[in-house]
């Protein structure tokens, strides 16, 4: 028997798959920043044309979805799977989205690591000859998170310097056994790594530790140095928690020269009112499937280091005194057809 695990977390895809459609949508204030462009939507309202922030984020999942079924020039009939996530208890933006759907769905809680986790298990179902196609989807909205997780917009709380801004965003993939795309050859399962951090308005400190282990953990299975990957991206560590992270690999002895950030880059950090950059499930969904996919469908790069990372927490653990556990994986993807 063959096994398709190298090292200690790493997965080596046989047959990689492919992805063949890919859409995003975004907010008003998501669509004012430096990534405008990316965008394929953009609610200059933040609505979705629904009445409450949650029925929002149904909408934008709706939407994407349905976007990225039409580039792949396939229908929802023809899905295998679908797995969706997102922040709100019980993943309501997710299931209610896929209800009107019958397509054999997981709904799945990794926070704002949850895109990286669905490509990883669709990748697994599709390597693996479960089936012919599988589309992740993740969303996250400004409005519904602050509900949730803080107070009510009414409120108007104050943020900390290390705050960082939830995006009102949404993508989605599809992937296929077979055709031509950019290709996920190789994903690293992160684990769980909590340093005690308490403060749940710096989730880039509680996360960056999660973001360097699943990182040299990638490099030492696959034996591959970071110079391998024209960009490692990780999601949602912001300013302070990417500088982290590279304090971080630099103990481990690896240097990064070719880092960035979803929630680094998804806002003008200069101009916007976002302290220490973006996150939700949203940001690197939305970054993923538009500014980092169309870079390799352009050439721009060639090989991609896809690192979602998580703050596991939740109002409840918070009040009772618990620290953020964090998570954070890595998916290889290649531009080459």
Same mark, same amino acid.
């Given at each position: 028997?063959?096994?398709?695990?190298?090292?200690?977390?790493?997965?080596?895809?046989?047959?990689?798959? !492919?992805?063949?459609?890919?859409?995003?949508? %975004?907010?008003?204030?998501?669509?004012?920043?430096?990534?405008?462009?990316? $965008? *394929?939507?953009?609610?200059?309202?933040?609505?979705?044309?629904?009445?409450?922030?949650?029925?929002?984020?149904?909408?934008?999942? +709706?939407? !994407?979805?349905?976007?990225?079924?039409?580039?792949?020039?396939?229908?929802?009939?023809?899905?295998?799977?679908? $797995?969706?996530?997102?922040?709100?208890?019980?993943?309501?933006?997710?299931?209610?989205?896929?209800?009107? +759907?019958?397509?054999?769905?997981?709904?799945?809680?990794?926070?704002?690591?949850?895109?990286?986790?669905?490509?990883?298990?669709?990748?697994?179902?599709?390597?693996?000859?479960?089936?012919?196609?599988?589309?992740?989807?993740?969303?996250?909205?400004?409005?519904?998170?602050?509900?949730?997780?803080?107070?009510?917009?009414?409120?108007?709380?104050?943020?900390?310097?290390? %705050?960082?801004?939830?995006?009102?965003?949404?993508?989605? !993939?599809?992937?296929?056994?077979?055709?031509?795309?950019?290709?996920?050859?190789?994903?690293?399962?992160?684990?769980?790594?909590?340093?005690?951090?308490?403060?749940?308005?710096?989730?880039?400190?509680?996360? %960056?530790?999660?973001?360097?282990?699943?990182?040299?953990?990638?490099?030492?299975?696959?034996?591959?140095?970071? *110079?391998?990957? *024209?960009?490692?991206?990780?999601?949602?560590?912001? !300013?302070?928690?990417?500088?982290?992270?590279?304090?971080?690999?630099? +103990?481990?002895?690896?240097?990064?020269?070719?880092?960035?950030?979803?929630?680094?880059?998804?806002?003008?950090?200069?101009?916007?009112?976002?302290?220490?950059?973006?996150?939700?499930?949203?940001?690197?969904?939305?970054?993923?499937?538009?500014?980092?996919?169309?870079?390799?469908?352009?050439?721009?790069?060639?090989?991609?280091?896809?690192?979602?990372?998580?703050?596991?927490?939740?109002?409840?653990?918070? $009040?009772?005194?618990?620290?953020?556990?964090?998570?954070?994986?890595?998916? %290889?993807?290649?531009?080459?057809?």
């Amino acid at each position: 028997m063959t096994s398709k695990k190298i090292g200690e977390q790493t997965l080596a895809f046989d047959r990689p798959p !492919v992805i063949l459609g890919r859409a995003n949508a %975004a907010g008003r204030k998501e669509g004012e920043g430096p990534l405008s462009a990316t $965008f *394929d939507y953009i609610d200059n309202r933040d609505t979705f044309g629904q009445p409450t922030w949650e029925q929002s984020e149904c909408a934008m999942q +709706r939407q !994407v979805l349905s976007d990225a079924l039409k580039k792949a020039g396939l229908s929802g009939e023809q899905l295998d799977f679908l $797995f969706a996530g997102d922040l709100l208890n019980q993943c309501i933006a997710s299931a209610y989205a896929a209800r009107d +759907r019958c397509v054999p769905y997981f709904g799945l809680y990794g926070a704002c690591s949850t895109m990286g986790e669905g490509l990883i298990l669709a990748s697994m179902a599709l390597d693996g000859g479960f089936g012919s196609h599988a589309a992740v989807t993740a969303s996250s909205h400004f409005c519904s998170a602050e509900r949730q997780y803080r107070t009510p917009l009414e409120y108007g709380g104050q943020r900390t310097p290390t %705050a960082q801004w939830t995006v009102t965003g949404a993508g989605a !993939v599809v992937l296929g056994r077979d055709g031509s795309g950019p290709k996920i050859t190789h994903a690293t399962v992160g684990k769980i790594v909590d340093k005690g951090v308490t403060d749940t308005n710096n989730m880039g400190a509680a996360m %960056a530790p999660a973001a360097c282990a699943a990182i040299a953990a990638h490099l030492r299975d696959t034996k591959r140095s970071p *110079d391998f990957y *024209d960009l490692i991206v990780t999601g949602d560590l912001g !300013v302070l928690g990417s500088e982290l992270l590279l304090e971080l690999l630099d +103990r481990e002895g690896i240097s990064l020269h070719n880092h960035t950030d979803c929630g680094s880059i998804i806002y003008d950090l200069q101009a916007q009112d976002v302290h220490c950059g973006g996150s939700g499930c949203g940001c690197c969904a939305s970054v993923l499937t538009g500014y980092l996919l169309s870079g390799l469908e352009a050439g721009r790069w060639k090989n991609l280091l896809f690192c979602p990372t998580g703050a596991l927490h939740s109002p409840t653990a918070a $009040f009772q005194g618990e620290s953020i556990p964090g998570i954070c994986h890595a998916v %290889a993807i290649s531009g080459g057809n």
